[in-house]
Structure formats: C-alpha cells, structure tokens
C-alpha cells in the first residue's frame, strides 16, 4: 500500500497516472497547497520541502516504510520497484532517463514560471513573462520536433510521458496559442490522453 500526498497540479497527477497504469493500490490524501497544508509538521515529516507530491511505500525494499519527495525521484522508484515503464537495457532507460530530466529540469520549470507571472502574478512584469514564454514555447518546439517520427518520447511509453503529459495538457488549456505550430503534441495529447489510466490518473485527487 502507498498512501499519496498529492493536489491537483500536473506534478501531482504524474504520480497518480503512474500508480493508475501500474495497478498499485493507494490511499489518496489531498494536501491543499492553496490554504497551506504543505507547511503542516505531518506533511513536513514526510517532505521537508513542503511540496505536493509526496508518497509513503509501506511495502518498501528494506522491511520499514519509505517516505519519498520529488516526482521524477518517485516515478523512477516505481518504476524500478514494478519493472515497468522503464527499459532495463542501458540505452532505452539512458533515453528515458533523458526525457524525465529535460522535463522536470526544463518543461515543468518553465511552463510552471509562465503560469505564475502570466496568471497569477499580483504585479505584470513583461520581461518574466517574456522570457518564460519564449523558453516554453523554444521548448514545446524540441518536444514536438521529437515527436514527428515517433509516437512516445523515447522508444516505448514510459515514465517520461507521464511527467510531461499533464504539463502538456493543463499548459495548453491556460496557454492554448502556444500550441499554434505544435500538431505532433496535439496527436500525442490524444494518444497518451486517451489511456484509461491516464484518464484516472488525472482526475485525482
Ligand atoms: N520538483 C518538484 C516540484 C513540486 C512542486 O513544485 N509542487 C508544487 C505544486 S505543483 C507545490 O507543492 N507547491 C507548494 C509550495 O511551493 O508551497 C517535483 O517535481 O516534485
């Protein structure tokens, strides 16, 4: 049994999606990030970084529960523990591996600062909004450009396509003209959007 600490953000529902397509029973638990629970000693215990999603593995590797933080941390975890949408041969999890970085150091960053100064920001700064807009839309175009000959970023579905699915998805419903020139993406949205898991995954909490 896992218990989840998740909200409802494309990094939350990375690691919804995954437990979904993997069948690994969970316990949900909400942490409302908008009205501070993330700063709550519990949840502290669990992420000293007071982020939302975190997870606690009672049937961990060790005989003892496993508190974890970080989606890309936690989707590696899973899939390693399962031996599924990971590639055990070095090239294909190089690849994967590759993916999941470019997203959690590069896509997710950069869309998530695009959502804030051009949503949610009290003050407009042009030149945040600028930047990040340039930089998101500079990296949907090397998504979508690998997209073009192939139906997942790396060989096969994997983990990759999870962490970036739900950032595709939420950015383009706030942000939809920068999908203008990106059609690979939006076949992409359908294709890993219409996985029952996926579906699921992406209703939690
Ligand atoms: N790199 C982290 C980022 C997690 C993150 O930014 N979580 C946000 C919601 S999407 C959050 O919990 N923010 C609450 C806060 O910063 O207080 C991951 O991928 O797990």
Known sequence: MIDLYTFKTPNGRKISIALEELGIPYKT???????????????LA????????????????????????????ILLYLAE????????DPRGKAEVTQWLMFQ??????????????????????????????????RLLGV????LASR??????????DIATYPWLKTSRDFFPDLFNDTHNITQYLHRVGSRPAVQRGMQIP
């Not at 638990?29 to 949840?43: C, N, R, S, Y």
């Not at 998504?143 to 690998?146: E, G, P, T």
């Not at 139906?151 to 990759?160: G, K, P, R, V």
């Open 104 to 137: 959690m150091g590069g896509l997710g960053p950069m869309l998530g600062q695009l959502n804030h100064f051009g949503r949610f920001a009290t003050t407009k700064v042009p030149y945040a909004i600028d930047r990040f807009e340039t930089e998101a839309k």
């Open 29 to 43: 638990h909400a942490v409302d990030i908008t009205k501070g629970d993330q700063f709550k000693p519990e949840f």
């Open 81 to 88: 523990k399962t031996g599924s949408l990971l590639p055990t």
């Open 46 to 73: 669990i992420n000293p970084n007071n982020k939302i999603p975190a997870i606690v593995d009672h049937d961990a590797p060790g005989g003892r529960p496993l508190a974890l933080f970080e989606s890309g941390a």
């Open 151 to 160: 139906d997942y970023l790396a060989t096969t579905y994997s983990i990759a």
């Open 143 to 146: 998504v979508d450009r690998q």
